[in-house]
């Protein structure tokens, strides 16, 4: 008799860690269905204000129906390209919800492991307590790491540009909107007079249609049926994505112009991306890892006098001219 009680305690147990396991996984992918991405509710608290400000209701016609789905589906400001989704650290950014339901059975299990009566629920409580702590051991040092890091931080911007519509379908280089990146500090925002170059033309996308165009020509306060600068304008506040500690320094016209490094090197496929997602971890041994194994290119005015003090064949590192010291990114 004892020994059938151990048994249906032990099964208790075990129902109890496999309903909390199908929760975990449920919970994860209800998550996954209602969030963006990024992990963020942008997208369906949008659609949502949306719905409500325009009164959507059952007693809509067919019409009015459709153009509103369509108009919903046309308009992917807050939506991640799929392959660029949870991207961010331990479990893609997302750690929050499985992290709690770790401590909960990681105590649920404690508490099988002291008062468990039989060995049976004991070595199950054990084990459970064993994988829930590794999973609350993972999601903090994942968060640890990522301090002050921006890994999958993808904000929504106040007019959606697709560098993917821009840079892969219509073949617009890099450095025709960011051409500080090859002169200066920053790679800069392209003003919006750059935008006009094509948008003066083009007044309507095949997805968003008038919608976000008509916003550039709202900030500069032209008008495109007269096509003249007629209204007062605004600054346009972008979000920046990729952002560095304020104590280290970063030059991109040293590194696109005199080291040649590629944009994709540093900001990851963004010709690829809808909405723009930090894909890189930018951290300093992501920097260092490049000064360790890139060379120096000595055909241009930074590097050109080390070609004279260079030995037949020898070809230095980045390191091997102050590319790890301390001094040349903090000061």
């Known amino acids: 008799m004892r020994s059938t009680n151990h048994i249906v305690n032990a099964l208790k147990q075990g129902i109890l860690v496999w309903m909390l396991a199908v929760l975990f996984v449920f919970s994860s992918a209800l998550k996954a269905a209602t969030e963006d991405a990024g992990g963020n509710t942008a997208g369906i608290s949008y659609i949502a204000a949306q719905q409500k400000e325009g009164k959507v209701t059952a007693k809509k016609s067919k019409t009015e129906a459709s153009s509103s789905k369509k108009e919903s589906s046309t308009r992917p400001y807050d939506v991640i390209d799929p392959e660029f989704r949870n991207i961010g650290p331990g479990f893609g950014g997302n750690n929050v919800l499985p992290f709690w339901i770790a401590v909960v059975v990681f105590f649920l299990a404690f508490g099988g492991i002291v008062k468990g009566k039989s060995k049976a629920v004991k070595g199950i409580s054990t084990l459970v307590a064993f994988v829930a702590f590794g999973i609350i051991s993972y999601v903090i040092y994942w968060e640890a790491r990522a301090l002050g890091r921006q890994k999958g931080y993808a904000p929504v911007q106040p007019i959606w540009f697709s560098h993917k519509v821009h840079v892969t379908q219509n073949g617009i280089d ?25 948008h003066n033309s083009v007044m309507e996308g095949k997805r968003s249609g008038k919608a976000e165009i008509s916003k550039i020509y709202e900030h500069l306060g032209y008008n495109p049926k007269t096509r003249r600068y007629d209204k007062p304008g605004k600054p ?96």
């Not at 930018?282 to 260079?310: G, W």
């Open 236 to 331: 346009i506040q972008w979000i920046k994505v990729h952002n560095l500690p304020d104590h280290v320094y970063f030059n991109h016209a040293q590194h696109v112009q005199a080291g040649k490094v590629e944009c994709q090197e540093c900001h990851g496929p963004v010709e690829k991306m809808n909405r723009v997602v930090e894909y890189k971890e930018l951290s300093m041994k992501f920097c260092l890892d490049c000064h360790r194994s890139r060379n120096i290119i000595t055909d241009n005015q930074y590097y050109s006098l080390y070609k004279f003090h260079l030995n037949p064949g020898e070809k230095p590192k980045v390191k091997d001219i102050g590319g790890q010291d301390c001094s040349s990114c903090h000061y």
């Open 174 to 198: 890099c450095e025709y909107c960011h051409v500080d990146a090859r002169t200066s500090r920053h790679a800069g925002i392209p003003s919006l007079n750059v935008c006009m170059n094509c």
